[in-house]
C-alpha cells in the first residue's frame, strides 16, 4: 500500500498547485480501471548491439548531484502528466530501491533515467508494487520507470540507453531482464524491441476501489508486438486465457 499511499500524496501536491487533470484522472482509474501490459525480457547472453543515440551517451549510476539536474525545476513540467511522472519518480527513489542508472552527454548532464532491481529486492518491489510485478527470479532483473529528460525527448536516447541499462544486469549475475509496457503505447514498446527486448508475458490489471487485481499469463515464444500484427487485430492484447 505504500506505492498508493505515496501517489495519493502526489495528487495531493499537484491539486494544490493547480495541475488537476491529469491527477484526477489517474484518481478515477484506481476507482475503476482495466488494463493490460506485455512483459517483455532480453536474453544477456544473445549478443545484440543497440543503434546509437542521435547524441554520445554514456551510462553510470544514478548519483546524489543528478537529483537537482533531473528534478530541480530547471524548467517548468509542461503538463500535469508530466509533473506526476517526476514526482513519482522522487516517490520511487525514497523505497529504498537504490539500483537506479542514469544516461548522460559528454558533459555529464543526466537526460535519461531507469531502475535495473535484483531478486534481492523482491520484498522491497512487493511493499512498493502492491503486487504489480511477480518475484524476481535469482537470474532476473527487473527495468522499471524509464523516465526521459523533456528537453533530450526526440534524440533516440530510449532505446540506446535502456539497452546499455540492461547489459548492467551481467554484474547482477542474471541471464534475464524483464520490463513491462501497457498494450496501448506502441512507441514504448517499439523502443524496448529496438533495446533487444521481445514479448514474453501479458499482464492484466484491473482496479476497483482503489483494490488491485493483477493477472499474469505466459506467451508462446515468438509471440509478436501489437503493432506487429496486422491492422484489423492491433486494437488489443492477444486473446489468451485468464489465469
Not at 533487444?196 to 492484466?204: C, E, I, Y
Request: hydrophobic share 40%; charged share 25%.
Amino acid at each position: 500500500m505504500k506505492s498508493i499511499f505515496g501517489r495519493l500524496q502526489i495528487i495531493a501536491e499537484l491539486l494544490l498547485k493547480g495541475q488537476g487533470s491529469f491527477p484526477l484522472k489517474k484518481l478515477r482509474r484506481w476507482i475503476y480501471w482495466d488494463t493490460e501490459a506485455y512483459g517483455l525480457r532480453r536474453d544477456l547472453s544473445v549478443p545484440f548491439e543497440p543503434a546509437p543515440a542521435k547524441i554520445r551517451l554514456r551510462i553510470r549510476p544514478l548519483q546524489d548531484s543528478d537529483l537537482y539536474k533531473i528534478f530541480g525545476h530547471l524548467a517548468p513540467p509542461s503538463s500535469g502528466e508530466e509533473a506526476y511522472q517526476l514526482y513519482h519518480r522522487l516517490n520511487f527513489l525514497k523505497s529504498g530501491i537504490r539500483t537506479c542508472y542514469v544516461a548522460t552527454t559528454e558533459d555529464d548532464q543526466p537526460c535519461y533515467m531507469q531502475w535495473l532491481i535484483a531478486a534481492s529486492e523482491n520484498e522491497k518491489m512487493k511493499k512498493y508494487f502492491f503486487g504489480l510485478h511477480p518475484p524476481l527470479a535469482p537470474d532476473e532483473a527487473l527495468m522499471e520507470d524509464a523516465y526521459t529528460v523533456e528537453s533530450f525527448r526526440g534524440q533516440a536516447i530510449m532505446p540506446y540507453a535502456m539497452a546499455r541499462i540492461a547489459e548492467q544486469g551481467r554484474e547482477l549475475g542474471v541471464r534475464w531482464v524483464i520490463t513491462f509496457v501497457n498494450h496501448k503505447n506502441p512507441a514504448a514498446m517499439k523502443g524496448c524491441k529496438r533495446a533487444g527486448f521481445s514479448p514474453f508475458m501479458l499482464r492484466r490489471e484491473s482496479w476497483r476501489l482503489f483494490r488491485r487485481r493483477v493477472d499474469f499469463t505466459p506467451l508462446p515464444d515468438g509471440t509478436p508486438y501489437p503493432f506487429e500484427l496486422p491492422a484489423t487485430a492491433q486494437s488489443g492484447a492477444p486473446a489468451t486465457s485468464r489465469t
